[in-house]
């Protein structure tokens, strides 16, 4: 409504929408490096019967992770696509950053969207 506005501790709150968390919210450090108080992850336990995109899994080959990522960053991954994606998990099982090939290091969120995936919410798995 116009002329409304959330406060926290007598200031502007950020508040942020998402359609579906895949059973977690993510806490604010976790997708934008900074942490408030009050986004912080908590459960979400009817994602899985309400979402049509709960457990969804993409496939793409090694080929095509390449591109995108050399693309994207400009680098030039090794021949092991194992030591390509490195990750580290945040507290709600979101990728909080990841370490392409020991060459950089980016937010998770923004290489979730390299990669084309819905959410920082992923696996890695070669093979």
Known sequence: ????????????ALTVYG???????????????????????????YDALYDPNYGEVTYMSTD??????????????SDNPANWIQMEIGDSGFVRSVNIDGQKTVNGYSFSSVLGLKSPRFAYICG
Do not use: C, H, K, N
Not at 19 to 45: F, K, M, N, Q
Not at 67 to 76: D, F, L, T
């Open 19 to 45: 359609a579906s968390s895949g059973g977690a919210t993510a806490s604010a450090a976790d997708i934008w490096g900074r942490s408030y108080d009050y986004l912080v992850s908590v459960p979400s336990e």
């Open 64 to 77: 095509e992770v390449r591109s995108r990522i050399q693309g994207a960053y400009g680098i030039a991954l």
């Open 1 to 12: 409504m116009v002329g409304q506005a959330l406060y926290y501790d007598g200031d502007y």
